[in-house]
């Protein structure tokens, strides 16, 4: 069952998210240029929609970066990490194919390629590759910092120390913060590299850019592909280590 929690999750997480970067991006859309807070906000609202949803049966880690992240900290079962992971793959995948479906009278309408893969995948706005890794880092790492703070402040922390998400998100205003953490994570941060903050959300997608029949579609950017991957798994880790170092979780 948390298998499948998490595949919806990361489903309805790229549904909204993908949606409004498609909503602004494609042509003849009625939100076309709409702009940066309506993305940020988008995929902040998609964070906690998924959380409301799925939170209470798996954690709403909906993201391989948070899942392997807690895990180094002693606070998630290993043995559980590879299943999370290929949920989150297989929905993160699943949610670009039905973004696809929802906006599929506008690919054609769409002249530029690359608008057309940053609905699916993030690109760096300035491409240097390590500069790019150490966006999403420190970006991963915030993140991951910040759900264990409102994971304590909600009150989700077990007897051991460690925060309880499948307590943080199954109610009352947490997944709301988790999404505004998100968005602000978007406005500070994710003007460099379009913030992946999450290897599935980038990779499940670019996947589907290039399997899908889509019209004019040009390249799925694998040269960049290691980037939103290695780099929220890093700061994943970093995120919960800071937490667990400075003894902030009690």
Known sequence: ????????????LILLGGGVVAGV???KSKAKEAGWIVVTFGWGMGVAMAAYVVGAISGAHINPAV???????????????PGYIAAQMAGAFTGAVIVYLAYFAHWSQTDDPDAKLGVFS??????????????????????????????????????????????????????????????AIGLSLGGPTGYAINPARD???????????????????????????????????IGAWIWKLTGFGG
């Open 67 to 81: 899942t392997i992240g807690m895990a180094s900290i002693g606070d998630f079962e290993w043995a559980l990490v």
């Open 25 to 27: 991006s494609l042509a």
């Open 122 to 183: 993030t690109a760096p706005g300035v491409r240097r590759p390590f500069a790019n890794l150490a966006t999403e880092v420190i970006a991963t790492a915030l993140l991951v910092l910040g759900l264990l703070g409102i994971g304590a402040n909600e009150g989700a922390v077990s007897a051991e120390g460690g925060v309880e998400l499948s307590q943080l998100f199954s109610n009352g205003i947490a997944p709301l913060l988790a999404g505004l953490l998100v968005f």
């Open 203 to 237: 990779l499940g997608p670019r996947i589907a850019h290039a399997l899908l029949p889509i019209p004019g579609k040009g390249s799925s950017d694998w040269g960049y592909s290691w980037v939103p991957v290695v780099g929220p798994i890093i700061g994943g880790v």
């Open 1 to 12: 069952m948390v298998y499948l929690a998490e595949f919806i999750g990361t489903t309805i």
